[in-house]
């Protein structure tokens, strides 16, 4: 627009001027001795703008001509520009796309050649991140090296170097490292919310409980995590400051968490065990009641359900609060049924085990089931509750037809508590059926055997070498008495 703009001044100044000299019949002269040259007026301007433009265009020639060198490294700038890009686009392109190998070939071309030191250090960062990726940590480590020495004393290049150099050490869980690269730069202000993400899980992997709890807050006071994911942090830290809190730092720790993070079940169970720990009953019950009545967790159950006969009458009003909103929850069932073991109420505790086990079969309420009634006399249910208590457990029992007999240890290897030479005792207890030979002396150790009446009545049998590693326990279902073998040695019959 500005070009139409100028051109249109132009044509109007030159319709005014020819407008001009072709009224005006004047005359130019011009005496040079010895010449004198007369000109009319309207051929001295136009050789007079003639003259302008050809010395203008001779001007400028001489300062294009002059200034080619300067143009010519400018150039070359452009172009070595336009070509670390190409390559810092093409890496970083190979590096979300996967091609790891690739990648790392266009960024260590760029980190090799390119000039610029801002260019250098992203380069040698993306490649140390393909590096990274192929699991070449030691080139990685090179690369780190030489991003960092392109850094300098550039403040924001050497940061960028840490943080990216931390985040890789984090992966690799070398946190010690990371969190040495990590601290200085950690303001006041905390700006830096990537590092202090960082910092966060480098103090999680070395399982530093208050800088995590610390930094978690701080964290989601700016917005810079996901609220689920703050609340596991914040609980998970709480649960283990509280599992080491003296009765002094009680109030400041349990103050400062909020009404949602003191229902959470790791928290109350921690707070509960810390108050049950410090001799605090009623406050210990008062945790879970509140967590629980926010939610019937089985943990908390347990955990509530476990106290002496003096406490047993109050938590069972509390949870016959709860039966009335959750009638058939298995769980609060089997709670029950303990507090009133716990009450010695035998009757009702039975009466509440045996609903929950209609609802559930569960191992924790057949081995409450199995002392109740091996306490009341019934041997045979007692047993019939602990092997349904196996089977609910997964354990794998084998059928037996009979009762197994008891092995016989007679011949069994004895294990000698002192054994020594008369120049060195034994580090490790010897077995009076095998040889030990030190590994530091040229000549074997001799066992000594304490005579004892134990291994006196093992040498009045002298098993046969074929036998020397076998157990001598009876095989089930096999009468020994009847063999070849036991008849040969003059074995009695049993």
């Known amino acids: ?46 050789l007079t703008c003639v003259c302008f433009v050809v010395f203008y265009g001779v001007v400028r020639s001489l300062y294009w001509l002059s200034s080619s060198p300067t143009r010519l490294r400018a150039w070359r ?31 260590s071309t760029l980190l090799a050649h390119t000039r610029s030191a801002d260019r250098k250090v ?13 699991g070449e940590y030691s080139r990685r480590d090179q690369v780190l090296h030489q991003a960092q020495d392109g850094a300098g004393k ?30 200085p730069w950690q303001d006041a202000s905390s700006r830096f919310l990537h590092g202090t993400r960082l910092l966060l899980r480098a ?56 009404p949602q993070e003191r229902v959470d079940s790791r928290v109350a169970l921690a707070g509960s065990a810390a108050q049950q720990r410090l001799g605090h009953s009623q406050e210990a019950a008062r945790i879970l009641e509140v967590a629980i009545g926010n939610e019937l967790d089985e943990r908390l159950l347990r955990a509530y359900s476990r106290c002496d006969t003096e406490q047993a009458a109050d938590r069972l009003a509390h949870a ?19 507090l009133c073991l716990a009450g010695q109420l ?18 924790h309420i057949h081995a409450l089931l199995g002392h109740l009634d091996d306490a009341l006399g019934r041997p045979e249910q007692a047993l019939e509750h602990w092997r349904r208590a196996c089977a609910a457990a997964d354990v794998d029992m084998p059928e037996v037809s009979r009762l197994l007999p008891a092995a016989d240890t007679r011949a069994d290897p004895a294990f000698v508590t002192e054994a020594a030479t008369p120049t060195r005792v034994a580090a490790a207890p010897e077995a009076a059926s095998g040889a030990y030979l030190d590994d530091e002396l040229d000549e074997p150790v001799s066992v000594v055997q304490a005579p004892s009446e134990a291994s006196a009545e ?14 001598t326990a009876p095989i089930p279902g096999v009468d020994m008495s009847q063999t070849s073998a036991s008849n040969a040695r003059g074995d009695a019959p049993r």
């Open 77 to 107: 700038g452009r172009r070595a520009q336009r070509r670390d890009t190409e390559l810092l686009e093409s890496g970083w392109i190979n590096v979300l796309e996967g091609r790891y190998v690739q990648a790392e070939k266009d960024l």
């Open 154 to 183: 550039d403040s924001r290049l050497r940061q960028a170097v840490d943080t990216v150099t931390a985040e890789m050490f984090l992966d690799q869980g070398r946190a010690q490292e990371a969190l040495a690269l990590l601290e």
């Open 320 to 338: 016959e609060l709860w039966l009335k909103t959750h009638p058939d929850h298995p769980g609060l069932l089997a709670a029950l049924g303990q």
């Open 1 to 46: 627009m500005r070009g139409w703009i100028w051109t249109l001044v132009l044509l109007a100044a030159a319709v005014g001027l020819a407008l001009v000299l072709h009224d005006h019949s004047g005359n130019v002269l011009i005496i040079a001795q010895p010449w004198r040259i007369e000109l009319s007026l309207a051929l001295a301007v136009v």
């Open 203 to 258: 103090h999680r992997q070395l399982s530093h409980v208050d800088q995590v709890y610390a930094l978690t807050r701080l964290l989601l006071r700016r917005s810079a995590i996901d609220r689920t994911q703050a609340h596991q942090f914040i609980c998970e830290a709480a649960a283990q400051r509280l599992a080491t809190v003296s009765d002094a730092g009680w109030k400041a720790i349990w103050s400062d968490l909020t």
């Open 122 to 134: 992203l380069a040698g960062l993306s490649a140390a991140r393909a590096l990274h990726l192929l």
């Open 458 to 471: 093992a040498a009045k049998v002298e098993p046969s070498p074929d036998e020397e590693y076998f157990d």
């Open 346 to 363: 035998w009757g009702q505790g039975e009466h509440y085990l045996n609903r929950s086990l209609t609802l559930r079969d569960d191992m």
